[in-house]
């Protein structure tokens, strides 16, 4: 069973996330194979290793013993698989793609932190999620990170990061907005093909707040370009300019109090953010390091 490390990678996922379906999302396989796995090694060993409970897995006295010795040679693998890059010791270019909001918010701070992880250089290149994907099947890029999942059966998708869009201003509002504040603010929008658009939309329509009937003051595509305008328009009008936004792309000037947030009352806007590449890469070494980085920072 050593020899199929995979299998303990998959028990050392479930541990840490506390969940099969979790490590399943992460590990980018399906909820069965992630229970067929842990079978398998209960099999192996003649004994079980974890038991389900309502608030999550819990590790029989086997499954901690198995537990450790796991840790111990992942770490292994991992010391490993860095002598293994320096003697493949190939000078290229690691090319990623990222959606906007990830490309320009998140990615940046740990470039070099990745191009340290497989000792050669790394591209950036920032589009939507579905040119990103489109990128990825070209093979002009290596790895793609995606706040929108556009499933292909040629990829491998694995959750990352969680993230939030909020309602934000200039203007100090309502931590929590009902039906009369959202109507009474002027709007910028995102374009309508957008994914934060469409989230939008579907929460505005959950809680029945007819958002056609906003008035909106402008549409834009960037949102860099959207968060500018509303820190550049005139705080001081009665009427509070709005817009919706992942929480990664404002939090520096919520934090300096040049913006403020809110959210609708009683709801939550959430999505992940995903890593994909290519199937047939899925043992690729570099592929490897990478994602493993990645998941490591999956809480920014």
Same mark, same amino acid.
């Given at each position: 069973?050593?020899?199929?490390?995979?299998?303990?990678?998959?028990?050392?996922?479930?541990?840490?996330?506390?969940?099969?379906?979790?490590?399943?999302?992460?590990?980018?396989?399906?909820?069965?194979?992630?229970?067929?796995?842990?079978?398998?090694?209960?099999?192996?060993?003649?004994?079980?290793?974890?038991?389900?409970?309502?608030?999550?897995?819990?590790?029989?006295?086997?499954?901690?013993?198995?537990?450790?010795?796991?840790?111990?040679?992942?770490?292994?693998?991992?010391?490993?698989?860095?002598?293994?890059?320096?003697?493949?010791?190939?000078?290229?270019?690691?090319?990623?793609?990222?959606?906007?909001?990830?490309?320009?918010?998140?990615?940046?701070?740990?470039?070099?932190?990745?191009?340290?992880?497989?000792?050669?250089e790394?591209?950036?290149? %920032?589009? !939507?999620?579905?040119e &990103?994907?489109?990128?990825?099947? @070209?093979? #002009?890029?290596?790895? +793609?990170? /995606?706040?929108?999942?556009?499933?292909?059966?040629?990829?491998?998708?694995?959750?990352?990061?969680?993230?939030?869009?909020?309602i934000?201003?200039?203007?100090?509002?309502?931590?929590?907005?009902?039906?009369?504040?959202?109507?009474?603010?002027?709007?910028?929008?995102?374009?309508?093909?957008?994914?934060?658009?469409?989230?939008?939309?579907?929460?505005?329509?959950?809680?029945?707040?007819?958002?056609?009937?906003?008035?909106?003051?402008g549409?834009?595509?960037?949102?860099t370009?959207?968060?500018?305008?509303?820190?550049?328009?005139?705080?001081?009008?009665?009427?509070?300019?709005?817009? %919706?936004m !992942?929480?990664?792309? &404002?939090?520096?000037?919520?934090? @300096?109090? #040049?913006?403020?947030? +809110?959210? /609708?009352?009683?709801?939550?806007?959430?999505r992940?953010?995903?890593?994909?590449?290519?199937?047939?890469?899925k043992?690729?070494?570099?592929?490897?390091?990478?994602?493993?980085?990645?998941?490591?920072i999956?809480?920014?």
């Amino acid at each position: 069973m050593l020899k199929d490390f995979a299998k303990l990678q998959t028990f050392l996922m479930v541990i840490k996330e506390k969940s099969f379906s979790k490590a399943s999302a992460k590990l980018g396989i399906s909820q069965p194979a992630v229970t067929q796995q842990i079978k398998f090694i209960e099999d192996y060993l003649d004994t079980k290793i974890v038991e389900r409970k309502k608030n999550g897995i819990l590790l029989t006295k086997e499954g901690e013993d198995l537990f450790r010795i796991a840790q111990k040679l992942d770490k292994a693998i991992v010391n490993s698989e860095k002598e293994l890059l320096k003697i493949i010791n190939k000078d290229f270019t690691f090319v990623m793609g990222a959606s906007t909001t990830i490309g320009n918010y998140i990615l940046p701070s740990y470039l070099g932190d990745i191009k340290n992880k497989i000792d050669n250089e790394v591209f950036l290149n %920032v589009e !939507s999620s579905s040119e &990103i994907i489109n990128q990825l099947e @070209d093979k #002009k890029i290596d790895i +793609a990170l /995606i706040e929108s999942p556009i499933f292909k059966e040629n990829i491998v998708y694995r959750e990352w990061v969680d993230d939030e869009l909020v309602i934000f201003s200039n203007q100090q509002l309502p931590k929590q907005l009902k039906h009369d504040d959202l109507m009474s603010y002027d709007w910028i929008c995102r374009e309508e093909n957008s994914h934060t658009r469409m989230l939008t939309s579907d929460a505005f329509d959950e809680v029945n707040v007819p958002c056609d009937n906003f008035c909106v003051m402008g549409v834009l595509s960037s949102p860099t370009a959207i968060k500018s305008t509303i820190l550049h328009s005139d705080p001081t009008v009665q009427k509070p300019l709005a817009s %919706v936004m !992942s929480r990664h792309v &404002i939090k520096d000037e919520i934090k @300096d109090g #040049k913006l403020y947030e +809110a959210r /609708i009352k009683d709801h939550k806007i959430g999505r992940k953010f995903y890593i994909a590449y290519l199937k047939e890469r899925k043992h690729d070494a570099f592929i490897e390091n990478v994602v493993n980085f990645l998941l490591t920072i999956s809480k920014v």
